[in-house]
Structures are given as structure tokens and as C-alpha cells.
């Protein structure tokens, strides 16, 4: 068993600590989805509130990455302690963020109910007071390795950690009591629909992602190896969280609906987070027919129109097509998905 607290370990530690985020760097993807981003400053999506916490996340761990890239490569003496506050702070402002951005959605689930959004935001207020509180991490200047780290307050960190696993969990387990438990079996179509599944299967994927690295930063915390080591696993984090948050975001806003599935309550909802509209212009919408909603997510039914020809008792043949032609104009111009190919 290496002695983890001596000179040579920290030092060795420290070159694996560089080397696993000079990694990290290269698989970030921020370069890969730019286009999306873009497509908000020139003005070809319309931007919505929710979205500004998705800029802050991916925005904040690019400046963080930053940072740890010049306290990596330092050759020259700075001022190492401000460098590696800065860097936790945005880093832990990075993980708040995500965890903002996948409450969002449960919010949205809910229809902004207050019993929901209330005690939401204080978790979230209390997520932020353990993170920046986990920041106090003191580093100095040394000729030859450059910015060292030489103490760390675990407790804190080990609790930001715990803290924010447990969250998730809890934003989670909303989502899915909202969107597959409490479901009626009025709303069993509506629980399979495909936004559903978007919903509750990434929001599923983060907390996986996230609960793998939170577990990895809390065992490396509660083993208390060496101020390095106590560490080593809160970059991933930080990096793992971002990207599974955003692209949670990014395929919400380009979900396609196909017309019939939308996001958001009956009214206009401040927290959609995809315009989704119906884009079929020659189906008008029923007069009497309800609509299937399941508050914040809903499904529209439509009803074909009124006039035109009718059929009486019509017969089908084994591929769906009219065979009784009882009424004018004849079956095939009237079911669309009965037209014989014409050249």
C-alpha cells in the first residue's frame, strides 16, 4: 500500500489527475452540437426562458474547462488559488445547472403546479448552498509542477455529492409517478406516446449517468487518499452531467410532434421547450370531440370532416380498401389509403 499522502504520490496523482482531464477535453461535445446554439443567435429558433439555463450549463463548463486547461499547463507563476476557485466554483455551478434543467421539464410535467414548483425551487436553493459551500480548496504555485493542490474539505464536497444524487432521484421519480404511475387507463395511449418516452427515457438516462459519477466522486471522497485523489472524480462529473443534461434539452426542442403530439398545457405554456404546432392544414379540428390531456403533456384528436361523401355498412377487402361503391365519387377517391397507383 503506497504511503498517499507523501510528496511522490501526490506528485504521481497529480500527473494522472492531468492526464485523465486533458482527456475529458477532447471528448467534450460542445464543438459537435454548436449549430444548435447557433441557430438561437441568428434568430431561426425562437428563443424561450427555459433555454437560458441550458446556454448558462454548457457555457459555464466550457469556461471551467478553460480554466482547468491553463492550471494544467501553467509554466509561470500565477495566482493559483483564485485560478482553482474559480474553476470549482463554475464547476459546481455547472452541476446546479443541470439538475435545474431536468427539474424544468418536471415542472413542466406537472403544468407549474405550485405544490410542485415550490418545494422544487427550495431543493434546488439547497443544492446550490452545499455546492458553493464545497468550493474552499486551497492551492499554491510550485516551480516545478505548477498549480498544486494541498488541501481539500471533503465533508462538503462528499455532501454536494450525496445531496445531488438524491435530488435527481426525487425530480425523477416525479416524472415517472407523473407520467407512466399515475396515468388513468383513459391516458394509456397517451403514456405510450412518443413524447413520453422522450420525456421520461432521457430524464432516465441522466439520472444513471449522473448517479454513476456522483458515485465515483463519493467513494473517492470518503476514502480520503490524498487532496488530489479526494478530487480526481469531480471534473467527469461536472463534464458527464452537462452533457447529458443538454442533449436531454436539445432533443426536447427538436422534437418533431408529427402533428399530433404536443408539449405544454392546453394554453400557451411559458415552458415549452419545442414549438410544437400542428402543421396539418386540411384536418380542422372536432367541435365535440375532447381532447386526451395529461396536463403538462397532451394529445390532440382530430375527426375527419363532416361533408363530402359517406359510406353505408362499407365492406373491406383484406388490404383496407372499400370494395362496396354505394356512393359518388367512387371508394378509391374518397379513402386516400385505398388509391390505386396511376401512372
Known sequence: MPDWNSATEIAKDGIVSSKLNHV?????EWFTSLDFDWDYIRGKRQFRWPLAFYFLNRYC?????IGVAI?????????????????????????????INLSLRTIAVWAQRRYI?????????AQWSILLHGILVKSTYEADQGCVIVETDSRLILAGSAYTMCFDFVVLSLTAWKLVIRASSSEVRMSRSKLVVLIFGDGLIYFIIVFVFNLLVTIFMSLDLNPVMSIIANVPLAIGSTIAACRAVRRLALFDPSGSEMFGST???????????????????????????????????FESPSSGPTHINPLYDTMGKILNHNSSPPAEK????AQEIHS
Open 24 to 28: 475529458l477535453l477532447g471528448l467534450w
Open 71 to 99: 492550471a494544467l499547463n501553467i509554466t509561470t507563476e500565477i495566482n493559483c488559488q483564485a485560478l482553482y476557485t474559480f474553476n470549482l466554483f463554475i464547476g459546481a455551478a455547472s452541476i446546479g445547472l443541470a439538475s
Open 117 to 125: 414548483v415550490v418545494p422544487l425551487i427550495l431543493l434546488i436553493l
Open 267 to 301: 394554453k400557451v405554456s411559458t415552458l415549452a421547450f419545442c414549438q410544437c404546432t400542428n402543421t396539418s392544414a386540411s384536418v380542422r379540428p372536432p367541435r365535440s370531440n375532447p381532447t386526451l390531456k395529461l396536463e403538462g403533456v397532451h394529445m390532440d384528436t
Open 334 to 337: 374518397y379513402d386516400l389509403e
Open 61 to 65: 463548463l466550457l469556461a471551467a474547462l
